[in-house]
C-alpha cells in the first residue's frame, strides 16, 4: 500500500518549452502533495505544498509562474515547469500525505529533467 | 539554523550486527518523526514513523526509539543487511506547518558481508 508514482520518469526538452510533470497517489487518497527538488549529496528542497482544490503554497525563493503546480484531485497532482532552461535541468520529486496513518508522506520515484 | 540534525555522515557495520542512526531536533513543536531510505536517483522510501506521544515504535527488524525530553530518536535495524546499505535520513514535520517534513542531511550506511 501507500504508493506513489510519478511520470514521465525522465525527460528531456529544449530551452523555451514547457513540461509536466504528473504525480498520483495510486492506492490511497492524498490529502496533501507536495514536490521537492533534489540537489547535491540527495538534499530535498521543499518547492511546495497543495491540497486537493486549492492554490499551493510555495516556498520562499520558488518562482510560482516558473513551477505552476494543480492538485486537481485527491490522488493527482502536476508539476509543470514553464518556459524551462537549462538551470531547471535536476530531479524533481513529489511526495504524498495520507494513507494509513495522516501524517506519513510517501514519495513518488522522481523525474530527471534535461532542458537542452 | 538546522532543526533536524544527524551529525554522522556515515556509518558502517557487519552483517548480521546491529545498525543504530541516530537523530537530534531542536524544534519542540515537531509531533511526527519519519525515516527514510534513499538511493541515488529514486524517492525516498519511507520506512518507519512515530508520533510524539508514543517512545517505541517496531515493525520487522526496524525500531524508531524517540526521547521527547532529550529531543533525541534513533532508528535501530537488527539485523542489519547488505541490502540495507543506502542513505538514512531522518525527518520531522508537526500539525500546524500542514505535516511538512523536515529534513536531516542524512546518514550513509554501509553494511558489509
Known amino acids: 500500500g501507500a504508493v506513489v508514482s510519478q511520470h514521465p520518469s525522465w525527460v528531456i526538452c529544449k530551452s523555451g518549452t514547457s513540461v509536466k510533470i504528473e504525480c498520483r497517489s495510486l492506492d490511497f487518497q492524498a490529502t496533501t502533495m507536495f514536490w521537492y527538488r533534489q540537489f547535491p549529496k540527495q538534499s530535498l528542497m521543499l518547492m511546495a505544498t497543495?491540497?486537493?482544490?486549492?492554490?499551493?503554497?510555495?516556498e520562499q525563493g520558488v518562482e510560482k509562474d516558473k513551477f505552476l503546480i494543480n492538485h486537481a484531485s485527491l490522488t493527482l497532482s502536476t508539476l509543470t515547469v514553464t518556459s524551462a532552461h537549462p538551470e531547471d535541468s535536476s530531479f524533481y520529486i513529489c511526495?504524498?500525505?495520507?494513507?494509513?496513518?495522516?501524517?506519513?508522506?510517501?514519495f513518488g520515484p522522481g523525474t530527471r529533467l534535461t532542458v537542452t | 539554523d538546522q532543526q533536524v540534525k544527524q551529525n554522522s555522515p556515515s556509518l558502517s557495520v557487519q552483517e548480521g550486527r546491529i545498525s543504530i542512526l541516530n537523530c537530534d531536533y531542536t524544534n519542540s513543536m515537531f509531533d511526527y518523526f519519519l525515516w527514510y531510505k534513499k538511493y541515488p536517483a529514486e524517492g525516498p522510501t519511507f520506512l518507519i514513523s512515530i508520533s510524539s506521544i508514543k517512545d517505541k515504535n517496531e515493525d520487522g527488524r526496524f525500531t524508531v526509539f524517540l526521547n521527547k525530553s532529550a529531543k533525541h530518536l534513533s532508528l535501530h535495524i537488527v539485523p542489519s543487511q547488505p541490502g540495507d546499505s543506502a542513505v538514512y535520513f531522518c525527518?520531522?514535520?508537526?500539525?500546524?506547518?500542514?505535516?511538512?517534513?523536515?529534513f536531516g542531511k542524512g546518514t550513509l550506511l554501509t553494511v558489509n558481508p
Open positions: 511526495s504524498a500525505r495520507g494513507g494509513l496513518a495522516y501524517y506519513e508522506q510517501y
Open positions: 497543495s491540497n486537493e482544490g486549492s492554490k499551493a503554497t510555495y
Open positions: 525527518a520531522a514535520s508537526d500539525s500546524g506547518s500542514n505535516y511538512k517534513l523536515t
